[in-house]
């Protein structure tokens, strides 16, 4: 109830903000969600280099090609280089690496966009409460205890949900570019060795 007071006298910026909670909070669910499933794991990579030691790099590149996710499509495109030379592995590499990294922070930008945004509207949203507060002291007394009352509402209640959007907002944009260069990081060391254990494997095979 307290909540819905408060939006009630928040005046006309509370739609815009509302709009931006709304999607800031769906591109934080979808990042959370993307970091989650498509996360580097170690246990899962281990299991992979069992795989490349059982059967080869071609048959661990079919086992990878039923997958969808953007590191398997890495590894598979690592396994299916490993008789070209350097330089074209690692132009494979950077292709998908680029792709991953893409993929990661897909939508990152409007989440951005709504951090700086979310406090300018909060900010708008002072203005207009400042503009009631001046037009107050231009009526007559009996009108003026209200639309001072509504203005100080709208210039602090408009502020603070700006400023509440813009802090978890950030906080999250934060740790989630974090987490992805780990990832990338990861991914890449893991790239390389299995790109030597490939080899190995294909020097003990023949």
Request: hydrophobic fraction near 45%; glycine fraction near 6%.
């Amino acid at each position: 109830m307290y909540i819905a007071s408060l939006f009630t006298q928040a005046g006309v910026m509370k739609y815009p903000i509302l709009i931006c909670s709304i999607v800031g909070l769906a591109i934080i669910i979808e990042k959370f969600l993307v970091l989650y499933v498509f996360t580097f794991r170690r246990s899962t990579y281990e299991r992979l280099k069992v795989q490349l030691l059982e059967h080869g790099p071609a048959k661990t590149a079919d086992l990878l090609g039923v997958k969808s996710d953007p590191i398997s499509r890495l590894f598979r495109k690592v396994l299916t280089h490993t008789h070209q030379t350097e330089a074209h592995l690692q132009e494979a590499i950077q292709t998908e690496t680029a792709a991953l990294s893409q993929y990661w922070d897909r939508y990152l930008n409007y989440l951005f966009a709504l951090i700086s945004i979310a406090p300018m509207l909060g900010l708008f949203g002072t203005v207009i409460g400042l503009i009631r507060i001046f037009r107050a002291f231009s009526i007559g007394a009996e009108g003026q205890l209200v639309l001072l009352s509504s203005g100080i509402s709208i210039a602090l209640i408009t502020t603070a949900a700006g400023i509440g959007l813009a802090i978890p907002f950030t906080l999250f944009f934060h740790i989630y570019t974090r987490r992805v260069e780990e990832n990338l990081l990861r991914v890449e060391s893991a790239v390389n060795d299995l790109y030597e254990s490939a080899n190995r494997g294909d020097g003990h095979r023949h």
